[in-house]
């Protein structure tokens, strides 16, 4: 069954720590990105990543930090320097066709709770 | 600066009539569109594209309709059902491949 896992669902984090949302695609998609979405909001881009071992800042990417060791996973970290955290995170796969513009597939999400 | 936006926060209609989702883009250099249906708690659901090269697309029950004039997208949905009560989403890509989200409207069918 091919598609995007996203984990945990819920996460909660005290104020000052560092967490790892996991996103895994079997899509054998190159392309993999990370989305914050906040209540009543669209969905903002923190981070991509294009190919492996290469990944480049999105419009929102202070605080947040990313690896893209294997092709299959894009994990996110969300540092203390991000001052509001609390969010839903998505995060969405692609191929990539040069210059042909693609459909983003997307996971369930992780929603966020700083408490 | 570069923007998608929707003209209206919510839209409420009957079930069986046909709902029309509106949005609007500044982007002029903008080439390549996308509605997403995202039920609560869920992620987004690609529902149809359509690249600047076009000016309506059909899908199962969906039609995307592109005014590159005014720089204008919308989303019909036929005979509308309650599944199909969701919060949708307009895209727009231009040349960096990256997508630019509008904020959303919320389709409530009613029984």
């Known amino acids: 069954d091919g598609g995007i896992t996203q984990s945990p669902k819920y996460l909660f984090r005290k104020e000052g720590q560092n967490v790892t949302l996991s996103c895994e695609q079997n899509?054998?998609?190159?392309?993999m990105y990370w989305y914050r979405q906040d209540p009543g909001q669209g969905l903002r881009l923190i981070y991509y990543s294009q190919i492996v071992n290469d990944f480049q800042k999105g419009d929102i990417a202070e605080g947040y930090s990313v690896s893209r060791e294997k092709k299959e996973s894009f994990p996110l970290t969300v540092t203390s320097a991000q001052k509001n955290p609390t969010a839903f995170y998505l995060c969405?796969?692609?191929?990539?066709?040069?210059?042909?513009?693609?459909?983003?597939?997307f996971g369930p999400g992780t929603r966020l709770t700083v408490l | 600066g570069e923007s998608v936006g929707l003209h209206l926060p919510t839209l409420s209609v009957q079930e069986g009539d046909n709902s029309i989702i509106n949005c609007a883009y500044s982007?002029?250099?903008?080439?390549?569109f996308i509605w997403y249906k995202q039920e609560s708690g869920k992620g987004p659901q690609f529902i149809i594209d359509?690249?600047?090269?076009?000016d309506k697309r059909q899908g199962q029950r969906v039609t995307v309709l592109l005014n590159k004039t005014v720089k204008h997208l919308s989303l019909q949905i036929a005979a509308t059902q309650p599944g199909d009560s969701a919060v949708y989403f307009c895209a727009e890509s231009g040349a960096n491949s990256k997508l630019t989200f509008g904020k959303g409207i919320t389709l409530s069918v009613r029984p």
């Open positions: 359509i690249r600047s090269n076009m």
């Open positions: 899509l054998n998609h190159d392309a």
């Open positions: 982007n002029s250099a903008s080439d390549y």
């Open positions: 969405a796969s692609s191929i990539t066709s040069g210059r042909a513009r693609v459909e983003q597939f």
